[in-house]
């Protein structure tokens, strides 16, 4: 296959090409831009009434195609049919929650320090570049493009090469609805995503920390606002007077759901104090999980992404077992088409072990062991990441004793760490994140300039 093109393949049946897409040439990408800077002026003329009457038959036109979007979300990415479907209704809401957004205050009026009138209100930067994972192919595009589009600008997305029919139907849904080249998606690898931030006004990335810190670098370098979301090495503290039951299912569901393939999965679970009850039922709360096709309404864990993926967590199987660990449930590959591995929990590993310091991205969990709240705090802190905590307990002050120093942007209590409102702030701290925050509000803020006006009254003529 020429190096110039990129094959979509279905994870769960390796043989099945789901799309093939040319990478953008330098010459179709200036192209792009060109039409999206002039697309974009029409945009915010028109006013937030068209604006939001655009957004909403957005939700309305997928909300349409409902059954086509589960089943390709299915197929593309190997999503578990039950979170196929939650995503896609969740991309429906996320575009009739901006398309009232449209209609939100952009500034304030304030007191002069004269006779006049003091005003903020916020515009557009122009064009958002857009970089997104496979893991969410359609909320976590339209979470960035819906308010990015209700703030005023226009979008480049350069989606995964693993997601790219999905990014597509996200296009194809948009053209009868939006002016011409308001919308546009570009296929290709890194080179094709530096130049999207070489040419965006404003650049919003979701990915590996690696690639964030380059992008958010290159984007600074410009002068141009940048947000980076990126890993998690999410941990669960579990306190002694937990429910074992419902602990162990949520815990085990938050890890090992879409074959752990979220940056807000569980990676560690923090144990507080022996409790033997509730390893033993964790364990068997992964080992019950349904593996297998994702098409079936009853799977909750299909395959991982593609062969690396696989690769990476064969090694770390092997470093689990050559470093000393203890696997309570999985630790095999599975024998079958598609690359399919056994959610895995691991015991008896150290805290700074690389597999507890390390995003692997899939099906594998540690339990670690703390001897009080203030020590699983430090276990749970003591990582590069800042994404999503919970903590699991009915003691109120020993809770309220970790939330007050647990340093995660987002803290969950006897909730799973997967899983977000899109109408919430969303963001972690240290390696997680760069820049504002996603989602909500927060988001119509970061796709928006702050300018204040000063009107004073008007001299009369001598």
Same mark, same amino acid.
């Given at each position: 296959?020429?190096?110039?093109?990129?094959?979509?393949?279905?994870?769960?049946?390796?043989?099945?090409?789901?799309?093939?897409?040319?990478?953008?040439?330098?010459?179709?990408?200036?192209?792009?831009?060109?039409?999206?800077?002039?697309?974009?002026?029409?945009?915010?003329?028109?006013?937030?009434?068209?604006?939001?009457?655009?957004?909403?038959?957005?939700?309305?036109?997928?909300?349409?195609?409902?059954?086509?979007? *589960?089943?390709?979300?299915? +197929?593309?990415?190997?999503?578990?049919? *039950?979170?196929?479907?939650?995503?896609?209704?969740?991309?429906?809401?996320?575009?009739?929650?901006?398309?009232?957004?449209?209609?939100?205050?952009?500034?304030?009026?304030?007191?002069?320090?004269?006779?006049?009138?003091?005003?903020?209100?916020?515009?557009?930067?122009?064009?958002?570049?857009?970089?997104?994972?496979?893991?969410?192919?359609?909320?976590?595009?339209?979470?960035?493009?819906?308010?990015?589009?209700?703030?005023?600008?226009?979008?480049?997305?350069?989606?995964?090469?693993?997601?790219? =029919?999905?990014?597509?139907?996200?296009?194809?849904?948009?053209?009868?609805?939006?002016?011409?080249?308001?919308?546009?998606?570009?296929?290709?690898?890194?080179?094709?995503?530096?130049?999207?931030?070489?040419?965006?006004?404003?650049?919003?990335?979701?990915?590996?920390?690696?690639?964030?810190? =380059?992008?958010?670098?290159?984007?600074?370098? +410009?002068?141009?606002?940048?947000?980076?979301?990126? /890993?998690?090495?999410?941990? =669960?503290?579990?306190?002694?007077?937990?429910?074992?039951?419902?602990?162990?299912?949520?815990?085990?569901?938050?890890?090992?759901?879409?074959?752990?393939?979220?940056?807000?999965?569980?990676?560690?679970?923090?144990?507080?104090?022996?409790?033997?009850?509730?390893?033993?039922?964790?364990?068997?709360?992964?080992?019950?999980?349904?593996?297998?096709?994702?098409?079936?309404?009853?799977?909750?864990?299909?395959?991982?992404?593609?062969? $690396?993926?696989?690769?990476?967590?064969?090694?770390?199987?092997?470093?689990?077992?050559?470093?000393?660990?203890?696997?309570?449930?999985?630790?095999?590959?599975?024998?079958?088409?598609?690359?399919?591995?056994?959610?895995?929990?691991?015991?008896?590993?150290?805290?700074?072990?690389?597999?507890?310091?390390e995003e692997t991205f899939g099906p594998l969990a540690l339990v670690l062991h703390a001897?009080?709240?203030?020590?699983?705090?430090?276990?749970?802190?003591?990582?590069?990441?800042?994404?999503?905590?919970?903590?699991? /307990?009915?003691?109120?002050?020993?809770?309220?004793?970790?939330? +007050?120093?647990?340093?995660?942007?987002?803290?969950?209590?006897?909730?799973?760490?997967?899983?977000?409102?899109?109408?919430? $702030?969303?963001? /972690?701290?240290?390696?997680?994140?760069?820049?504002?925050?996603?989602? /909500?509000?927060?988001?119509?803020?970061?796709?928006?300039?702050?300018?204040?006006?000063?009107?004073?009254?008007?001299?009369?003529?001598?």
């Open positions: 296959m020429s190096t110039d093109v990129l094959r979509s393949i279905s994870p769960q049946d390796p043989t099945d090409v789901v799309t093939e897409r040319a990478v953008a040439s330098d010459a179709a990408l200036a192209d792009v831009f060109a039409g999206a800077w002039a697309a974009q002026r029409m945009w915010w003329a028109g006013g937030a009434a068209a604006r939001a009457a655009a957004l909403s038959a957005a939700a309305a036109a997928l909300s349409a195609r409902r059954s086509d979007a *589960i089943e390709l979300v299915v +197929r593309e990415v190997g999503k578990p049919l *039950i979170e196929a479907t939650g995503e896609v209704a969740r991309s429906v809401a996320i575009l009739n929650y901006y398309a009232q957004a449209c209609f939100a205050a952009t500034g304030a009026q304030l007191p002069p320090s004269a006779k006049g009138l003091l005003y903020s209100d916020r515009r557009p930067h122009g064009v958002a570049g857009l970089i997104t994972p496979w893991n969410f192919p359609l909320a976590i595009p339209l979470w960035k493009a819906a308010p990015a589009l209700a703030a005023g600008n226009a979008v480049v997305l350069k989606p995964s090469p693993d997601a790219m =029919a999905c990014a597509d139907m996200l296009a194809e849904l948009f053209a009868p609805l939006l002016p011409e080249g308001l919308f546009s998606v570009v296929h290709g690898a890194g080179p094709t995503g530096e130049a999207v931030v070489a040419r965006a006004d404003v650049v919003s990335f979701t990915g590996s920390a690696k690639v964030g810190a =380059a992008v958010a670098s290159a984007a600074v370098s +410009r002068g141009v606002v940048v947000q980076c979301e990126m /890993g998690g090495q999410n941990a =669960a503290i579990v306190l002694p007077d937990a429910d074992p039951f419902s602990t162990a299912a949520m815990i085990a569901g938050a890890a090992m759901g879409y074959a752990g393939q979220k940056c807000t999965a569980t990676r560690r679970v923090i144990v507080v104090g022996p409790n033997d009850a509730f390893v033993e039922q964790l364990g068997e709360a992964v080992a019950d999980l349904r593996v297998g096709d994702p098409a079936d309404a009853a799977t909750v864990v299909g395959p991982v992404i593609n062969e $690396p993926a696989h690769s990476k967590l064969t090694a770390a199987f092997e470093s689990a077992r050559n470093d000393g660990g203890k696997v309570l449930a999985g630790g095999h590959l599975l024998d079958r088409r598609g690359w399919f591995v056994e959610p895995t929990l691991v015991a008896g590993l150290s805290p700074d072990h690389e597999l507890a310091q001897d009080d709240v203030a020590h699983a705090v430090e276990i749970s802190n003591a990582v590069r990441f800042g994404l999503v905590t919970s903590v699991h /307990g009915r003691d109120l002050d020993a809770v309220l004793s970790a939330v +007050r120093d647990i340093d995660t942007g987002l803290i969950k209590i006897n909730a799973p760490t997967a899983g977000v409102d899109f109408y919430a $702030p969303f963001g /972690g701290e240290k390696d997680s994140s760069i820049g504002q925050r996603e989602q /909500g509000t927060a988001a119509l803020d970061f796709y928006s300039s702050t300018r204040t006006v000063t009107i004073a009254p008007h001299a009369p003529s001598s």
